[in-house]
Each structure stands twice: as C-alpha cells, then as structure tokens.
C-alpha cells in the first residue's frame, strides 16, 4: 500500500449568482418558450428586479443590452457556434444554446474582456443547467473567444462580390430573405441596404406621443428627460435609458409610447383633404390603441367621433382603455374588418393598419427577424387585401382611407394596393399623394404612397397609402356591433 499521503478532496463550491445574467437567461428562455416579444417580457421583469433592489440602473442596462444583442445577432452567433460545436446546433438544448449566445454576445460585441464574458457564463451555466453542462459551455466559448467578430466573419461570410445577400446576411445578422425583400423595397446599390441593415441594428429611443386634448409635447419636455420629435408635432424622444412611467402623463394615459412613423401615418390621414362631411372617422385594426388614441384627440378638436374595432377581444379592451378619458366620443368595437359591422359608406376617414410581418420594426423586436419565414407572406397578404376592400367600402365617396403596414416588403405594401384597386367591382378609388401631408419629412419618394426607413427617417419603416373612395354606394347606421365603451 503507498504510503503517499492523499491529495485533500477540493472542497465543492457554488455557483455565485449573477442576477444581471439570470435575468437576461430568463428572458431570451421566456422570449423562445412562449414566442414573447423582449420589448413586452423584459421591461415588467426589469421593473420588478429594481423594485425589490435586486438590480440598480446600471445593471438594469447591461441585462437590456444582453437581451437585445442576443437577440439581434443571434443567426450570426448560430453560426460561430456551429463551428465551436461537435454536433449540429439543433441537438443542442435549447436552455444550453441559450447560454452560449448571451457568452458569445459578451465576446463578440461587447467590452466586457474575455476572461470575463467566459467566466461569468460559465457560472451562469452552473446555475441555471449544472455542472456538467456548464463545462461543455466553457468548452465551446474557449473557442469562440479565439477570434473577435471581425476575424469570424471573415472566416465565414462569403465576399461580397461573391454573394451579396450571404454576406450581408452574416454580417449585419438579417435572414437573407430579409435582406433581399428590404433590398428589393429600397432598391439602390450596396450603400443604402449596408445603411438600413445596420440601423436595424440600433436600439431606437423611446418615442411618445402626447394625445390631443389630453397632454401636450411642452409637458412631455418639462422635467428635461425627453428631447421634441423630428417629424410630428405630437412627439417627444426620451433620454438614452429614460422610463416611460416616470412621466405623470404616461402613467395617466394621457400619453403613450408611440414611434413617430406610427404618428405620421395617422396623422397623414386626419390632414388628408375631403370633399363633404368630416364627422365619422374608423381605426379599422385598432389594437393595442397608439393610431386610435391619436385620431381620437384629433376627431375630438374637429368634433367628429372616432369608431375604433378591433377583432381580438383582448386587444379591444386595451384599445377601450387607452381611448378612456378622450375629450370627445370615441367607441370600441370588437370587429373583423373583412366581415364589418357597419355598412358601407358609413366613414369620412377609415386607417387599416393591417397585420403584417412586422420587417419594419426589426429596431424594437430583433427576434421577429427570425421567427417570419418568407412563407408567412401570403397568408398576410391575403389578409391585408381584404381588409383593404372592406376599407374601402366602408368609406364614402369623397372619403379618404389610409392603408398601413409595420413592413416595407412590396408584397405587403404597393402589390397589395395596386392588386385591390385593380379589382375594384363595387367601389371606385384614386391615389391621394401622401407626400404633402408629411410636412418637413425629407426622401419621400416618387409618391403617391409613402415608404418610411429607419437609416432615413429614424422611425419605423412604415408604409402608408391613401386612397380616396370615388364611387357611389350604400350608406348606413353607424355601427351595429357591441360597443366596449362610449
């Protein structure tokens, strides 16, 4: 028997908790396992976190830009960790692969130094998946960290010369059929598409809009935390970091966060010109309320009321709170804008701000860029079409409507206008030029519709064409659906 004296055993140590990087797990786990959107699961967790003073300022930041790069760039960093992993990523835990994208975010993009972003995720792993995982995580991320972005991309993103799409696919972390549907609305050469897919990129700042007859821009600005709007004399931009709740008239409702394209579009169809009445105004797809509480302050100051439907009953009941305390009438109504509650004639103006991909707001919602697949297109556009007929028919003639999307892509945008006006059967229609009725807002276009991009404009790229009903119909009763509030 050797009488070597035993090494003592290292005694078993537990994982320091980090509740900066475990709140940010709990997000992207959330995000994946119930297809939440980060901008809804991430603020109430953030708040909570703060109230209870597991998190300050500071920190709140860092799990914010964890979440949000992860997100972001998470089709780049798949492909990193294809190469860093002895099996295909689709064998990987979820859970797991989870954790490799927040490490590979800290080595890739941010300053955290790289024995940092290693160490930190591995005692994340231990916490959240155990031991053994946590050393396949360390494993995996040692070999990440032996090259920076710069140097992974090279290795493997194809020249641009070779394959244009592929490239910028890899590069600036957009599904190449997102690269090539925004390339084809934007047309132009490489600038301009580098341009809009690294503005994408870009977490935007919070934009609000004080509601007419119930704030006003001067009280969003007076504490110094918001900045005036470029473009609509409605809006405010909040300080890098700043908190919608913190102002009295977000929290009253007297305001909301609204991004400043969504303000122009609804805007643009309460200035459009008219021939005739001006009394009876219709959101066609209300929810969650941001164009309905704007339109509704407008119509109040004109004295006309403002019908606002919306199909999910859910959605309804937001629309109905958010239009609680308008200075004039204003009606919810849950409704299916392809099977309307009303009949046609009954509106002066009509918006339908249709379902859509969403590929205009790639800034705030990073993860939709890889949750839409081109398949989505066709059952959307299908939608967005009849919902633009019933539109129509529910305008007078001499009544304007405006039709928006949260999406660039032609196939959603003018090939559904030009599809429902060369169908037209029962009512007429003509283009109004949208152009004028967004006063100061620089690259516009050839018009008559409207294309806004973020790289451009610093909003959303929203699309808005108006259309002016030009044919005779039936009128009617002005609604005969349930009203959710009055």
Not at 411 to 428: I, M, N, P, S, Y
């Amino acid at each position: 028997m050797s009488s070597r004296p035993r090494r003592p055993a290292r005694p078993y140590r537990r994982p320091r908790r980090d509740p900066v990087r475990i709140l940010a797990f709990d997000a992207l786990r959330a995000v994946d396992e119930r297809d939440a959107y980060a901008n809804l699961v991430l603020p109430p967790m953030l708040a909570r976190a703060r109230s209870t003073g597991t998190l300050d300022a500071r920190d709140a930041a860092l799990a914010t830009e964890l979440v949000y790069g992860t997100l972001r760039r998470q089709g780049t960093y798949d492909a990193v960790l294809a190469e860093c992993v002895d099996r295909p990523l689709r064998e990987v835990d979820p859970p797991v692969l989870d954790v490799l994208s927040l490490g590979a975010h800290q080595l890739l993009a941010t300053r955290i130094p790289s024995h940092a972003a290693v160490s930190a995720t591995v005692e994340l792993a231990r916490c959240v998946l155990g031991d053994g995982r946590a050393k396949f995580v360390n494993a995996v991320l040692r070999r990440v960290a032996a090259h920076d972005l710069d140097g992974w991309l090279t290795r493997l993103a194809p020249p641009y010369d070779d394959d244009p799409e592929r490239h910028l696919s890899l590069v600036h972390a957009h599904p190449r059929w997102i690269v090539a549907a925004l390339w084809d609305a934007l047309g132009g050469g490489r600038e301009g598409i580098e341009s809009l897919l690294a503005a994408d990129n870009e977490r935007p700042r919070v934009t609000l809009a004080a509601r007419p007859g119930r704030s006003t821009v001067a009280e969003l600005l007076a504490d110094g935390r918001a900045d005036p709007g470029r473009w609509s004399p409605y809006a405010a931009r909040l300080a890098e970091g700043g908190e919608p709740g913190a102002l009295d008239a977000v929290r009253d409702g007297r305001a909301g966060v609204q991004d400043e394209g969504s303000q122009l579009v609804a805007l643009a169809l309460a200035n459009a010109p008219l021939t005739g009445g001006d009394t009876r105004w219709l959101d066609g797809c209300a929810g969650p309320g941001g164009k309905a509480a704007l339109l509704a302050g407008l119509a109040a100051e004109r004295g006309a009321t403002l019908l606002a439907a919306e199909k999910q009953p859910h959605r309804a009941r937001l629309v109905a709170r958010t239009l609680a305390g308008n200075p004039g009438p204003a009606h919810t109504v849950v409704a299916d804008g392809t099977r309307p509650a009303w009949r046609p004639g009954t509106f002066d103006r009509v918006l339908v701000d249709v379902p859509c991909t969403g590929l205009g707001a790639l800034r705030r919602r990073p993860e939709a860029r890889w949750r839409r697949g081109p398949e989505d297109i066709d059952r959307l556009t299908s939608v967005q079409r009849e919902l633009l007929r019933g539109a129509l028919r529910a305008v007078r003639p001499g009544g304007v409507v405006g039709y928006a999307t949260c999406s660039p892509h032609l196939a959603e945008t003018r090939l559904v206008v030009a599809d429902v006006l060369k169908g037209l059967t029962d009512t007429g229609a003509e283009w109004v030029d949208a152009r004028p009725l967004l006063p100061g807002v620089p690259d516009l276009g050839e018009g008559p519709d409207v294309q806004l991009w973020p790289h451009l404009h610093g909003t959303d790229a929203m699309y808005l064409a108006l259309l002016r009903r030009t044919r005779q119909g039936a009128g009617g009763p002005f609604c005969r659906a349930d009203m959710l509030n009055t």
